[in-house]
């Protein structure tokens, strides 16, 4: 219902009183790890304001949450997460390949015209 209306900081809220509820009774481990595996990732974004005039009035920076559980991120998105696991890890982790096509595209035949 939250994740719908795009009320991402009352799902903060939520998510840590969750975990916060978890780290106090004791139960098995598995649950606590099942909240934070849900926990949102605190990004630090930009974006241009305007003065009461409408006049460019700077940046203001805010923070916004990505959720592991929200839509696929974009290509670049992946390709930056995969570059930073890199660079934790030093391991390349293979990207899922594009489906194979069951025959090879046909080659281009280059024409060439006579000048007369």
Known sequence: ??????LKEERV??????RDLEKKLPRQSRQLEEVSKLMPKKVK?????????????????YYDYH????????MNLKILEMARKWKKTGEIQAAPAAP??????????RVQEDEE
């Open 67 to 74: 959720f592991p559980d929200d839509e696929q991120a974009p």
């Open 13 to 18: 809220i939520l998510l840590e009183a969750w």
């Open 1 to 6: 219902l939250l994740k719908d209306s795009g």
């Open 100 to 109: 194979a096509m069951d025959q090879p595209a046909p080659k281009k035949q």
């Open 45 to 61: 974004k930009r974006r241009p304001i305007q003065n009461d005039d409408g006049e460019d009035g700077g940046w203001e920076e």
